[in-house]
């Protein structure tokens, strides 16, 4: 052992300090357990809604509402935690059993996650299973880690144990950065079992959950263990429920009344009680609007990641996944922290004016809620790229002339393609096609060099075709094809091939994509390939194998190339996008994502600090329960409105944002009559009152609860 590092005390294991210092031994294990424990919960989550988008093939409503129902289970479940802890096992050993179904949630993920074992309903249970685990413990533990790294501290340490939770908390925003960072990375850019890697963007945060027991344990030895001593939670909730009963079994009017409802409790609950809950009571009223805000904060994780997946990730030096883009939160958070303390606050109060807590709270809603209207107006921009959405007896049409020389298409009784189509020209935008019945045989008349030429196809509603005018041994000919209705999910790009030549051709894209296509203007399906450049693919002919070049496929383009020719020793194409690129930048969600995260600094932050300053010591476990009630509300809230109110994205977007300021202004006007105490000023005057006993009440003793 160093002698000029003496551990203090070796007899007394929890009593170890850290060299030089007051700092127990025992909470570096605790922030090391922390910081692997949120790069787990928080890696998993980044990528969780486009694994339900892309591997079980959900829609985006059913996609976000499972998305915001695990996030709200995650935030009802630290009242059991809380239960468990206080009443029952210690903090110790709930810490030690929710994290072990904490680990099993993340492996039965992680294994769901494998594509080949078993069918989609059987990878849909052990998600969900996996998932429900997951919440049981992420939402368990919660309640109870701080406030084991806060007892390892003596009572006259105050200085240390403040610091203590200011590392803490650092660790918890270090985990979520990385995490949203890295595990982003392990499922887009690492290809496993043909596809994108879940299993091992699963995988790694379980690694780590696993590592956060494994260390949590091993600081077994140094820990100061106290044993449970009641859930204040449970006495609360009892007193309020008493309180209840016995004024609905007194309502005669010839019974007094008393000065406040929960002055009916006071048969069997000290005054002390009472009068705390009283206090306590005042500010859970002013949590009532708060869940408006969790709704909108938390869509980052879904809405906003889907809105991400729509547009140009490419920011020159590196490409980011759509889910990589949460990584801004946390990261803005770290920085804001210091300037609104260091600079914005102290500048405000030179200016005289008085930024009391409920004005930063209503601020940091405005500041979410603009957040959300910039949401909206990228949207619309982002929709102006979009395939026009098809109704019954519509589809569309376009025109690729292939041949050598103009044509001219006329449609029975349709009043399209006014001017002459040129030879390999780019097409113009769909044109809307109206039909009588789910479908319709319509006859095409093509005027080519003199020629009037009739053809008949059926066209069926919803649908979306490309009429292909070609040469085949030296007749004009064409060939009715379907197109893709929608852009390529996730910001793929989707390219088909025609073979323009003679003679069967086998393609290769990039060593990876083998495609074969029949000869004289046959057309391949559509395959969906990761944005880059493909510069290396192969042509394989007859004649032999000549290099294919199909330069850049973009975000959420879809691409018909023709192949012409051969001549040259090279492969000759033209290349046609069918629907275009996402042309808006990912880096407009940055002015959001600066609102929402400066929006949280000054809501949460100043929230929790208010409302602790507003109760008895005593009761911060209760208000603490309340706060993490209203980000499950919140997203409750989300889930219903993606489930049974669907509409487009940015009216959505618009929806939140028209909620949050009504709700703003309800949170201002009850602030505005909330008065402000000091508790401790509180309980001496609930010590002053006394409450007289009443007739006709629950024959019950009176008894003291003990705190």
Same mark, same amino acid.
């Given at each position: ?60 409503? *059913?996609?976000?509402? /499972?998305?915001? $129902?695990? #996030?709200? !289970?995650?935030?009802? =479940? &630290?009242?059991? +935690?809380? @239960? ?126 696993? *590592?956060?027991?494994? /260390?949590?344990? $091993?600081? #077994?030895? !140094?820990?100061?263990? =106290? &044993?449970?001593? +009641?859930? @204040? ?475």
């Amino acid at each position: 052992m160093d002698e000029s590092c003496p551990l203090l005390d070796v007899q007394a294991g929890y009593r170890q300090k850290l060299c030089g210092s007051n700092y127990p031994l025992s909470i570096a294990f605790i922030v090391v357990n922390e910081f692997c424990e949120r790069f787990s919960y928080y890696g998993m989550r980044a990528v969780l809604t486009l694994y339900f988008l892309s591997f079980f093939h959900w829609d985006e409503n *059913l996609s976000t509402a /499972v998305y915001h $129902a695990f #996030s709200a !289970l995650c935030y009802f =479940t &630290p009242v059991v +935690g809380a @239960i468990m802890a206080d009443s029952w096992l210690g903090k110790y050993r709930t810490i030690i059993y929710l994290s072990i179904v904490y680990v099993a949630g993340h492996l039965i993920k992680s294994v769901g996650a494998i594509p080949s074992l078993g069918n989609q309903v059987v990878h849909v249970i052990l998600s969900m299973v996996g998932l429900f685990l997951i919440a049981l413990g992420t939402g368990g533990i919660k309640p109870c880690v701080s406030a084991f790294g806060g007892d390892q501290f003596e009572e006259e340490h105050t200085s240390e144990r403040s610091k203590f939770f200011s590392i803490f908390y650092l660790s918890i925003n270090a985990g979520s950065l990385i995490s949203t960072f890295v595990t982003p990375v392990l499922r887009g850019d690492v290809k496993c079992f043909g596809e994108d890697c879940y299993a091992l963007a699963f995988g790694v945060p379980a690694a780590l959950m696993v *590592l956060a027991l494994v /260390v949590f344990i $091993a600081g #077994s030895g !140094l820990y100061r263990k =106290t &044993p449970p001593q +009641g859930n @204040i939670l449970l006495e609360v909730c009892k007193c309020i429920g008493f309180a209840i009963k016995n004024r609905l079994k007194n309502r005669s009017s010839q019974i007094p009344k008393r000065d406040h409802w929960l002055d009916w409790a006071s048969e069997k609950y000290s005054k002390q009680l009472i009068g705390e809950i009283k206090m306590v009571t005042r500010v859970l009223f002013l949590f009532i609007p708060l869940p408006m805000f969790w709704a909108l904060f938390d869509q980052q994780g879904s809405r906003w990641t889907l809105q991400a997946t729509k547009m140009n990730a490419d920011f020159g030096i590196y490409v980011l996944q759509p889910d990589q883009m949460q990584f801004l939160n946390p990261l803005l958070i770290l920085v804001f922290i210091p300037i609104f303390d260091l600079g914005l606050y102290p500048l405000i109060n030179m200016c005289k004016f008085n930024f009391t807590p409920i004005r930063k709270m209503a601020t940091g809603m405005i500041l979410a809620g603009m957040a959300f209207g910039l949401a909206a107006i990228v949207e619309v921009k982002i929709n102006e790229t979009d395939m026009p959405r098809l109704v019954p007896e519509e589809s569309l049409i376009r025109v690729l002339n292939l041949a050598k020389n103009p044509v001219q298409v006329t449609i029975q009784d349709k009043d399209l393609f006014q001017q002459p189509v040129e030879a390999f020209q780019n097409p113009a935008e769909y044109s809307k096609l109206l039909l009588n019945g789910e479908q319709q045989s319509l006859s095409f008349t093509l005027q080519y060099q003199g020629l009037s030429l009739p053809f008949n196809y059926t066209m069926k509603e919803k649908l979306v075709y490309s009429l292909i005018v070609f040469e085949a041994e030296g007749d004009l000919s064409s060939r009715l094809i379907t197109d893709l209705e929608a852009k390529p999910e996730n910001g793929l790009a989707a390219v088909r091939f025609i073979n323009g030549l003679n003679q069967d051709v086998n393609l290769t894209i990039d060593s990876k994509w083998f495609i074969a296509v029949q000869r004289n203007y046959s057309a391949s399906e559509y395959s969906l390939l990761e944005r880059d450049k493909y510069n290396n693919g192969k042509c394989i002919t007859e004649m032999g194998e000549f290099p294919l070049e199909l330069g850049l496929l973009d975000f959420g383009a879809s691409y018909t190339i023709v192949i012409t020719n051969v001549s040259g020793g090279a492969v000759k194409t033209w290349k046609s996008e069918d629907i275009k690129a996402n042309n808006v930048h990912m880096a407009w969600q940055l002015p959001q994502y600066l609102l929402i995260s400066a929006g949280e600094v000054m809501f949460s932050i100043t929230g929790l600090a208010f409302s602790y300053s507003q109760s008895p010591a005593s009761m911060k476990s209760v208000l603490q329960a309340g706060w993490l009630l209203t980000v499950a509300v919140g997203n409750t809230f989300v889930l219903v409105v993606a489930q049974t109110a669907p509409m487009a994205q940015w009216a959505e977007f618009v929806l939140f944002t028209v909620l949050l300021f009504a709700v703003c202004i309800i949170f201002s006007v009850m602030g505005y009559f909330y008065v402000s105490v000091d508790p401790e000023d509180l309980e001496e005057k609930e010590e002053k009152r006394e409450t007289p006993s009443r007739g006709n009440m629950i024959s019950l003793v009176t008894q003291k609860t003990k705190l």
